[in-house]
């Protein structure tokens, strides 16, 4: 029991420090804008434009979800590098969240297993 006590104690000690680390990235002071930044390709439909041959429209968006429908901004040409940067930003934190959320579950099961082999049970059973 001594043995597994320590094991899980040394597990716990590195689930929490990972834990940790994936904070410390959270704690991080980058601005961030949600949302997908691409190049958007698109037919306008008039028949006698160069996209209903196959030479489509492009331009730089932004993609969001906003008041429960999807909208799309276009980008200025000027706001293109800093959104690209803000939307990565946005993204990372996002998967740092995820990956916090997984690393909480891991350390409260951890946790968890722990007290179970430190458990005695009592009144103690009738013999």
């Not at 590195?14 to 834990?19: C, E, F, L, N, Y």
């Not at 800093?82 to 969240?97: D, I, P, V």
């Amino acid at each position: 029991m001594t043995d597994d006590l320590s094991k899980l104690r040394q597990q716990l000690g590195r689930a929490h420090g990972a834990a940790g680390r994936i904070l410390r990235h959270l704690l991080r002071d980058q601005p961030l804008t949600p949302g997908s930044f691409y190049l958007q390709k698109r037919r306008c439909g008039k028949p006698n434009c160069r996209c209903a041959r196959g030479q489509l429209h492009t331009a730089w968006v932004i993609t969001r979800s906003q008041d429960g429908a999807t909208r799309t901004f276009m980008v200025p040409a000027q706001e293109r590098s800093r959104l690209r940067q803000l939307t990565a930003e946005y993204r990372r934190y996002h998967r740092a969240r995820a990956l916090l959320a997984k690393r909480h579950a891991q350390v409260l099961e951890l946790a968890d297993q722990l007290a179970q082999l430190r458990l005695v049970p009592w009144p103690p059973e009738p013999s």
